[in-house]
């Protein structure tokens, strides 16, 4: 089963309207990490916002704000008048002890969101 | 300036051939990880490494190799028993010892493709 679904492929929207992109997430651990990445065309992954399981409260950083919510298993999050500049691909992950796994991140498959001038 | 970088940018390999990517951090940074990310897709862990001179494997390890001999560096060589490839690799790296409250920063990537 996939433990992190980002359900929307590609999103496109012209600039300056809000969007939103969806993350739901799947785990038995009581303490785990939720995170989200942006990977611009050049590649690299910038992390923008960690997020604990124990800590619902939503946040704002400029125009990005995150959305969690235990009940739905969802950390959605989003931008508020979008810019060219945020045309990139944008990942959601969670980080968690339980199945065994190793220490790394569980990506989701990303959104590609387009923002046209 | 700190920070990930990682070397080639492209990087070709021939059939039967071994290749090594190369992951420098200069951020004091305990534990590495690298990554393979194929179109359309999220990043799927290859191998992380804790600490100097151990490692584990991740869920796609198979036709990889890694070593860490210094804490700054930690190559990856993908080996002839790895029949497809073709993928960008991304190195990353988190303060502590791969717990799962790190946040791992990632570097630039390189772009393996097969002749």
């Known amino acids: 089963a996939q433990k992190v679904t980002q359900a929307q492929t590609e999103i496109s929207v012209v600039e300056k309207e809000d969007v939103t992109l969806d993350c739901v997430y799947e785990?038995?651990?009581?303490?785990?990490?939720l995170f989200w990445y942006k990977q611009p065309p050049s590649g690299e992954l910038v992390f923008l916002i960690r997020r604990n399981s124990f800590d619902e409260q939503n946040e704002i950083s400029g125009r990005y704000s995150w959305n969690f919510q235990k009940s739905t298993s969802s950390f959605n999050f989003t931008i508020t008048a979008s810019q060219v500049v945020d045309s990139a691909v944008y990942f959601c992950a969670l980080s968690e002890r339980s199945g065994g796994g190793a220490d790394g991140l569980t990506f989701g498959k990303g959104t590609h969101l387009i923002i046209q001038p | 300036d700190g920070g990930i970088t990682q070397s080639p940018k492209y990087l070709f390999r021939k059939e039967g051939q071994n290749v090594t990517l190369s992951c420098e951090q200069n951020l004091n940074h305990d534990a590495m990880y690298w990554y393979r990310q194929d179109p359309g897709q999220g990043l799927r862990l290859i191998y992380y490494s804790q600490i100097v001179n151990d490692f584990q494997k991740g869920d796609i390890a198979e036709g990889y190799s890694v070593s860490r001999e210094k804490k700054e560096s930690f190559p990856l060589t993908v080996t002839s028993a790895q029949k497809n490839p073709t993928a960008f690799y991304l190195c990353?790296?988190?303060?502590?010892?791969?717990?799962?409250?790190?946040?791992?920063?990632f570097g630039p990537g390189t772009r393996l493709l097969v002749l």
């Open positions: 990353a790296s988190s303060p502590g010892l791969a717990a799962i409250s790190e946040t791992q920063y």
């Open positions: 785990t038995r651990d009581t303490t785990y990490y």
